[in-house]
């Protein structure tokens, strides 16, 4: 059983919005926070305030590789803006994020949920699979 009782944030980094999701204190199970839309300045510092506000030292971003496994621009992108979030003070981590917004998209679907509905959903929904994807691989 995990004992850390420290919460993690995971973050869907997309070019509009950053979908926001933060793990129980316990670090077993991901929840949706809200998904925040870009203004291009200070979104690193946003994105910080909202790990302070949580609580979480650590967060997790979904890095974008290709299907083949290899980084293309998209990742490098991830990685830049994670550059800016680890120098205001927080430990960075990635975690493969391929097909996470498909299978929220599916997950929506699935649900009935409306087009206009899920656009506001979606990034916070892709978020809550990264970081269960790696709260999971941390679980003894």
Known sequence: MNMYMIRVMGIDIGEKRIGIAASDLL???????????R??????????????????????????????????????????????????????????????????????LEADVSRKKRRQVIDKLAAVYILQAYLDTRKV
Not at 29 to 37: D, P, R, S, W
Not at 42 to 61: Q, R
Request: hydrophobic share 40%; net charge negative.
């Open 39 to 108: 203004t291009g300045q200070g979104d690193a510092a946003y994105i910080a305030g909202k790990a302070k506000e949580l609580g979480a030292k650590t967060v997790v971003a979904g890095l974008p590789l290709n299907m083949n496994g290899s980084e293309g621009p998209a990742a490098e992108k991830a990685r830049a803006f994670m550059r800016e979030v680890e120098a205001l003070g927080l430990d960075v981590k990635f975690q493969d994020e391929r097909l996470t917004t498909v299978s929220a998209e599916r997950t929506l």
């Open 27 to 37: 670090g077993m199970t991901a929840q949706g926070i809200e998904t925040y839309t």
